[in-house]
């Protein structure tokens, strides 16, 4: 078997994998990059909107303090506090570097970094390229990296990380291609896998979105959190049938875009949230002054956060108002009522959600509105970790980007993902390299050999089920009856009676993807590829269904009908998965981490 | 709902390979991606096929629709003749690994020779640069592209001179438009640009322009800018004289 040995392996190739490569690189360590697709095509090119970084380029009000504090507020206090200080301090510091790595952000008239406004952020905070910003940073990060010596290999995927008690030691890998194993030795693993998007039917999240990182941990020892908080993006496209669930950015609203149901009404002024009465503009000539810019104004409704809006926009559906594809209109085109050169603005602001429907809807957004609905896009659980050094409760193992957990606590604001992912991506690959330098992993022993040989097996066991002639299921088939069953039994709007039958058909699905099968061999074999990602996709699941059931409360992403209101005892509840000594998945309580007293006091001063 | 007949590509590396047939159920809006995912899952599911974004994205999905070098994911099925099968085939300028799916390996590798951004020290105190809009503009263009190599397929110097060895293609003319015209970079590319890259096999057939996804004008914005600083710098006796005499 092929073997190569490095101090850092990151495994993922998006903004984190890829800054925690760099970073680590740059520390003096050798590295190994693994990523499932090629080079430059991991979600983190699909980002749209921008970088949430308080730069105070645009608004010279921003600072780190006043993100810190949205993002808490976003987050429904349940983050983890450290993350969330650090992340807001060092965005700005992250982007600028992204500069002096050659990205070319849109400019302000005097020439900066220009920003824009989001959902949830007191402030135009988003450094972007027009809505390609994903490209932009991932493509600088790339083309930055190839030239430090990290050795990249691409479509390769890691089905098992090798431990020798609680200390990681690699991982074993399948190569895409040919299919051949690969083992990989290193002193310290950077989890950068991205999130779980692919267990629900509608999602703006591609085939890698299988939750590989999650279960990877998970197996190895390490504790999940807020498995429960599963973002689903208001704005998704909803017709023609195929696209459904292709994201539609945030920036349209930004830039002045607004919702409407079938009778022509701005619903989002029908129900406004306490937390962020204050901060809401009181009608409609408010907020568009907001969205060009008046620093007087207030935000429009429709920039309320994500699990808000999209809960009004499944209002607005199930009670009759949607539209004709069971959506609601999106509408930018409105703006020539005051702009003079209205279509080359939107075609200048948002070149790529122009084409997208041109090409894929044949609608044109600067004549016409748009028909969006909610998609699953982003997942806010994730490996629990050190919220300084990102490392997991194994030993040399940490983890950065969205399979981490923390930061975002119940509900993402838009941009602080790719921001998260410079953050603590670099924090990462720094640790990591630090850890393997003080760490240095010892010989191989057969505690290796055994996981190796038990990896394997796994691997080929479902073209070895096809090969005995048995009457397997196809993966393709589990995995689109996991996707229904997820998106209606634990949605958006959640009852127990709901999670509960959801989780019993998980776990018969599991039982049925022991017999899966996959025809045709080794070489490039997506049906092979979909039979291995499975036990991954089942076990995000799991955890999801099962802390949602669990949290008997609603709060930001998780909306429970059943228990509408949030609840104190569970503001203070953090829910923890993790394997149990059985082999089992166990849930344990424990509480919230408290913030400092200064940062309370930030918190505070920004009510 | 009506059925389409669809010939695909199924080949193993180093194999002959041909065409088969398949059909499938063909709804509104399906884009040619979906209608091979669904034959994936209906008959075919080992089906070798790449792609992430499906949005026009990440730019993985290349192949050759109808003979056309295309995203699957942004060729609508309504836009295909309906009298005739539907052809799909990988790109044919790069080696095949499996179906649809080709070793595009060689264009990283080329991106590695390509001396990398090097900006002027920061204008500002705070470590940071001023740029105006419009200088930026003509980056940002190039900066569009999603390495779809949709235009390295089809141009005719690598697909049939074969000289990859020699010939960077218009995909890297463009990453190398996009940092000599970056308005920090102080590197200078041109001498790579004329020898290693071979910049002069562009004969400016404007194929490459013709099929990129991103609309970049590829020929006219990247390539014949960069060839006439090549001609200027090497070819301008004046310039030459000058240079030599000023020790420039
Ligand atoms: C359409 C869309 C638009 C978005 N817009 C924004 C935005 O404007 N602003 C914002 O902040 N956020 C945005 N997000 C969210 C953000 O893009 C993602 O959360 C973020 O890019 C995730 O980055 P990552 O580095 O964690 O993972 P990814 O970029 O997803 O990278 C994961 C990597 O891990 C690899 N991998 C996974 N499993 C394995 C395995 N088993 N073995 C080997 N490799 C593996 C993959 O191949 C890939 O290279 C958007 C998301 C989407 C889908
Ligand atoms: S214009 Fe030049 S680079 Fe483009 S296809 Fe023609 S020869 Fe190739
Ligand atoms: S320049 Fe255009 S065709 Fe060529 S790789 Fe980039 S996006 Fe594709
Ligand atoms: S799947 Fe991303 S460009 Fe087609």
Known sequence: MKTAEHDVLVIGAGGAGLRAAIEASAAGVSVGLVTKSLLGKAHTVMAEGGIAAALANVDERDDWKTHFADTMRGGQYVNNPTMAELHAREAPARVRELEA???????????????RNFGGHKYPRLAHVGDRTGLEMIRTLQDHGIHLGIDVQMECTVTRLLTDGNRVIGAFAYEREQGRFRLFRASSV?????????AFRITSNSWEYTGDGHALAYEAGADLIDMEYVQFHPTGMVWPPSVRGILVTEGVRGEGGVLRNSEGRRFMFDDIPDLYRTQTADDEEEGWRYTQGDKEARRPPELLTRDHVARCIVREIREGRGSPHGGVFLDIAWIRERLKDSESHIRRKLPSMYHQFMELAGIDITKEPMEVGPTTHYVMGGVRVDGETQMSAVDGLFAAGECAGGLHGANRLGGNSLSDLLVFGKRAGEHAARFARANPRSAPDGAEREQVAAAEQDALAPLERQEAGGSGVGAYQIQS???????????????????EEGLEGVLALRDRADSVAASGNRAYNPGWHTALDLPNLLLVSEAVARTAAERKESRGAHFREDYPAKSERWGKTTLVVRKGSGGGMELAEEAVTSPRDDLLRIIEENR | MASRTFHIWRAEAGEEGGFQ????DITEGMVVLDAVHQIQAESAGDLAVRWNCKAGKCGSCSAEVNGNPR???MTRMSDLPEDQPVTIEPMRAFPLLRDLVTDVSWNFEVKKAIRKFKPRPPDAEDGTWR????DVDRVQEFRKCIECFLCQDVCHV???????????GPRFFVHTAAL????????DRLADLRKAQGVGYCNITKCCTKVCPEHITITDNAIIPLKERVVDRFYDPVRNLFRIISGR
Not at chain 1, 190 to 198: C, D, K, N, P, Y
Not at chain 2, 131 to 134: A, E, K, L, N, Y
């Open chain 2, 158 to 168: 690598l697909r049939d001179s074969q000289k990859h060895d020699e010939f960077i």
């Open chain 2, 21 to 24: 047939e398949y059909s499938t």
């Open chain 1, 481 to 499: 009856e996991l996707q229904d069953l997820m998106q209606t039994r634990v949605g958006i709007v959640r009852n127990q009676e709901e999670i």
């Open chain 1, 101 to 115: 790595w050659g990205a070319v952000f849109d400019r302000t008239p005097d020439q900066r970094i220009l920003q």
């Open chain 2, 71 to 73: 995203l699957m994911c």
């Open chain 2, 131 to 134: 740029m105006d809009q419009r």
């Open chain 1, 190 to 198: 950077v989890l950068a896998t991205g999130g779980i998007g692919r």
């Open chain 2, 180 to 187: 000599e015209m970056h308005p920090l970079d102080t590197e």
